[in-house]
Structures are given as structure tokens and as C-alpha cells.
């Protein structure tokens, strides 16, 4: 790895303060060329433990910290980030794929949520309420949750680290971070910018790992972690769900998803080919969010086809650090062969490959950005997560069977309507069953708007006022005897 960086980028694992290597260790890849980048510790269910051991050790001392200290030290977190970003951005882009210009974005939307937090925590208000009884007064306050774990997915190696571990110190807690085996070095880079940072020894820890299920097993069953955040896939969620039962975990969730995009003949064509190509290309389709089904109204189809088509046409596939680059390679091969095998199943049922739908020549995990007309609702591709630069159209001619459409999956993170009629589009994103609905916007996602998932894309919510409050526990206070 050839990344200027003022100090060299960890591959050590870190608990407690101590950098840890281990003998058995795995590598990181690059997905675009599949060149090893690094070794990094294959860690151990005991190593997880003594990772928690570590979280509660240092939990007494930061949740005492008052608010105002633990927001200097977050900040300081951000500006070290910030500094270093040029270098995050293509540490990101080598272990993942995706384009810099993509890459330089999450390092900026990673960051904003440690500023955020670092204001947000200074501000966790209780409540004074008005008594029932004349010798009683009511108080609340607001305490950090205790030790909490965090299993983080590979598409936003940095985001998705930053969001949970910002807001999890800002409230007092301690943490201990299992990221995807797949994009390892975004999380100990972020580990050692804390450090220098000031963030504690046992803190924040980050423990790298091939054996997840053994790992989350461990974190799931120690009763000292209160809480656990997961961003994932929902089988995963699922599994996490039930481990966690035992202990009464606290628990974020943010799982799959199935996003509708909705189209109406009263979009306008524009907006909805920008919105569009926005939702469903970045991260080459690698987003929970991503437009899963884009229903497009019957007056207004034939045009949206060869509008997007054209647009889709000017993307680039190459390895993200070719400046040129829209399109980066899927993380994996599994990826490449679900996108294969969803869009072979599509055709088979009467679907037509408008353009792509086939594997690129850069190398063996890249796709070529792909349209496909003729997608009917029951259709694999239109209730499994393509992950892929794959846009599925369904055809529709009534709002009312938009609305059942897109409704009809037990999924409900992200959906997107386009239209200029402010009535209906208000309407309908009271109609859409999701956590999030981005009215003539394709992307939405930022520090200060909440978040997260209804149905089975999740539980809880990130960023915004309300992603502090999962990590807090509120207290009542009955303070007695007040007329003695
Ligand atoms: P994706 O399909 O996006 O890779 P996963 O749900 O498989 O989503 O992975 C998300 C995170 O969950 C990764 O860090 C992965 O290592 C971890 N993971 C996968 N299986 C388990 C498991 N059984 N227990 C705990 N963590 C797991």
C-alpha cells in the first residue's frame, strides 16, 4: 500500500490502548485488482472478551468525564480526521473499491457525524416535572447506556464506524468495534486518529476477526455489554436479535432494504433521472438505501427509459482510483454472482436487459451499469437486495398500485417518490411504509436527520438528536419529604 499518510496506517488491532497482533492472522484485499493490501489479526472469542473486560474497565472514568471534556476530545478526533482525509479516502477506496471521489465524500459524511456528536452530547437534557404530589418533585436525568459493542458492514467502511462509535463516546459509553472482515483498515485507522485524538485506552477498541459468529457470540452473551448497534444484513440481524435476548440488550438494528423509487407521470424527467441515477449507482448499488425497484408510471415510462439510459451510459467503470472512475468493483465475488443470478432469474421470467447486464472487462468483480424493463413485483429481483449497479423497472398505472407495491415487502428502510405535485407527493410519503422518504432526492442520508429502518429493516435510529438518545438511559428521580 502506497498511501502518504503523516503516520503510517495501523493493521494491528487495538484493545485496551495496545496495538495487538496475533500469530494467525487474515488479508485484506484490494477488490478491484485482488492484491493482498495487508495482514491483520484473526482475533480470538477470548480476545473479544478481553476487549469488553477493557470497555468496562475504562467506562467508570469517561462516562464521569463531564460532557464539555468528551466533546474536546471528539472534536479533536474530527480535526485529525479531517487532516488526514486525502489518505483515508484512498485507504478506502483500496480496500473497498469504490471511487475517490466517492471515497473523499464518506470520509467528509464520516467525520460529520464525531462533530456533530461532539455538540449533540454536551446537550443531553433531562426533564424537571411538575409535581402530583406536593412533597415530591420529579427529575430526569440522562446516563450513558455502559459498555456497548458495534458489528459494522463493508460498503461505508468509515461511516458506518463513525456514526455509532461518535455518538457512543459522546454519551459516555465505551465500545467495542467487530468491523466487516472485508474493510478492516478504515476501522483502525479511525482507532489510531482517536487515540492521538485523546479518546482513552479501552474506549473505543476495534477487534478484527474471520470469525464473526464466534466473536458476536461473545459479544451478545456478556451481560457488561448493555447495548449492541449492528448494521448488516437482516439474517444477520435476525441471528444478533435472538443472542441478545438473554441479556435484554439494548439494540440498534439497521438492516436491509428494499427501496421503491416511484416515478409519476408529473415528475420532473430531470430531477428524476439525477435523483435516480444517484440512488441506484453509487457504491456501485452497494447501499442499504439504494432504489431497489424503480416504478416508473406508464405516461411517463418510454421517456424515463431512454432518459436513464443515456444518462447510465456515461458512467465509468474502472478502478476507483482512476480519477476517471463512477463505478468501482463489487466488494466480492459472491456479490457479482448474486447480481448474475437475480438478472438471469428476471430474464427468464420476461425481463429485458435494456443495457449492461453483464460483467465488465476491468476484472473479475466489476458489472457493467445495467437497465432492465419489463420487472414484475414477484418477480426475485424485486424482493432480494440487488446490491449491484442493476436498475429493475416496474412498470405501474394507478398511485394507488405504486403504493402497493412498494409496501408490499417486509422491508421498510429507504423510498423515493418524484413528483411536482406537492399534494401527492406528500400523500404518498405518508402512504410509503419507511423509515426514510426522500421526496425529489435520490440521496438524504446526513448527521443531523435521523436514520434507520421500520418492518424488518431494523430497530432505533442514527445520527440526529434521537441517534444520542439510543446510547442513554433515562433515570427518574423522586426526590420525597420536600414540606418536612
Ligand atoms: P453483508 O451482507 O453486508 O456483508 P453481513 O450481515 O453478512 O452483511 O455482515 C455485516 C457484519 O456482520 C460484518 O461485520 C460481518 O462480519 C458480521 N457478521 C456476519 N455474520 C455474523 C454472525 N453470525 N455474528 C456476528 N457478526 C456477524
Redesign the pocket.
Known amino acids: 500500500m502506497n498511501i502518504k499518510s503523516s503516520t503510517p496506517f495501523p493493521t494491528a488491532a487495538l484493545i485496551g490502548g495496545e496495538w495487538v497482533t496475533s500469530k494467525k492472522t487474515f488479508p485484506v484485499l484490494d477488490p478491484a485488482t485482488g492484491d493482498k493490501l495487508a495482514d491483520v489479526p484473526d482475533l480470538t472469542p477470548d480476545d473479544a472478551k478481553r476487549a469488553i473486560d477493557a470497555a468496562h474497565q475504562a467506562f467508570p472514568a469517561w462516562a464521569a468525564k463531564p460532557a464539555k471534556e468528551r466533546a474536546q476530545i471528539l472534536r479533536k478526533w474530527y480535526d485529525l480526521i479531517i487532516a488526514e482525509s486525502e489518505a483515508l479516502a484512498q485507504l478506502m477506496t483500496a480496500e473497498q473499491g469504490k471511487p475517490l471521489t466517492e471515497s473523499r465524500g464518506e470520509v467528509a459524511y464520516g467525520a460529520s457525524f464525531i462533530e456533530w456528536f461532539a455538540e449533540e452530547g454536551k446537550r443531553a437534557y433531562g426533564h424537571t416535572i411538575p409535581t402530583t404530589v406536593a412533597s415530591r418533585r420529579y427529575v430526569t436525568i440522562k446516563q450513558p447506556i455502559g459498555v456497548c459493542a458495534a458489528?459494522?458492514?463493508?460498503?461505508f467502511p468509515i461511516a458506518m464506524i463513525t456514526r455509532k462509535v461518535g455518538c457512543a463516546l459522546a454519551a459516555g459509553c465505551t465500545i467495542v468495534v467487530?468491523?466487516?472482515?472485508?474493510t478492516p483498515l478504515c476501522a483502525l485507522a479511525l482507532a489510531k486518529l482517536a487515540q492521538d485524538a485523546g479518546v482513552p485506552a479501552g474506549a473505543f477498541n476495534v477487534i478484527t476477526t474471520l470469525d464473526?459468529?464466534a466473536?458476536?457470540?461473545v459479544l451478545t452473551a456478556d451481560d457488561r455489554v448493555r447495548k449492541l448497534t449492528?448494521?448488516?444484513?437482516t439474517?444477520?440481524?435476525k441471528?444478533?436479535y435472538r443472542q441478545c435476548a438473554d441479556t435484554i440488550k439494548k439494540l440498534t438494528l439497521e438492516l436491509g432494504g428494499n427501496a421503491p423509487l416511484i416515478i409519476f407521470d408529473d415528475a420532473d424527467l430531470q430531477q428524476a433521472v439525477a435523483g435516480t441515477m444517484a440512488s441506484k449507482f453509487r457504491n456501485a448499488g452497494q447501499t442499504c438505501v439504494c432504489a431497489n425497484r424503480i416504478l416508473v408510471q406508464a405516461g411517463i415510462f418510454d421517456k424515463f427509459v431512454a432518459a436513464l439510459k443515456e444518462a447510465a451510459g456515461k458512467l465509468v467503470v474502472a478502478p476507483g482510483r482512476d480519477a476517471k472512475s463512477t463505478v468501482g468493483p463489487l466488494i466480492n465475488a459472491d456479490a457479482i454472482e448474486k447480481v448474475k443470478s437475480l438478472l438471469s432469474n428476471a430474464v427468464s421470467q420476461g425481463a429485458k436487459v435494456e443495457m449492461g447486464g453483464k460483467p465488465d472487462d476491468h476484472g473479475a468483480l466489476f458489472f457493467s451499469p445495467t437497465v432492465v424493463t419489463g420487472v414484475t413485483a414477484d418477480m426475485t429481483i424485486a424482493n432480494e437486495e440487488i446490491f449491484g449497479p442493476v436498475a429493475s423497472l416496474i412498470r405501474f398505472e394507478t398511485e394507488a398500485d405504486a403504493i402497493r407495491i412498494a409496501n408490499n415487502t417486509p422491508f421498510g428502510l429507504a423510498a423515493y417518490l418524484f413528483s411536482q405535485n406537492v399534494s401527492r407527493a406528500w400523500r404518498v410519503a405518508e402512504a410509503l411504509e419507511a423509515g426514510m422518504v426522500g421526496v425529489n432526492e435520490g440521496v438524504f442520508s446526513n448527521e443531523v436527520a435521523p436514520f434507520g429502518g421500520i418492518k424488518q429493516s431494523g430497530l432505533g435510529r442514527e445520527g440526529a438528536d434521537e441517534g444520542l438518545n439510543e446510547y442513554l438511559e433515562t433515570k427518574m428521580i423522586c426526590l420525597g419529604g420536600m414540606n418536612a
Open positions: 458489528i459494522t458492514p463493508w460498503n467487530k468491523p466487516s472482515e472485508e464473526s459468529p466473536v458476536g457470540k449492528f448494521t448488516g444484513s439474517e444477520v440481524g441471528i444478533l
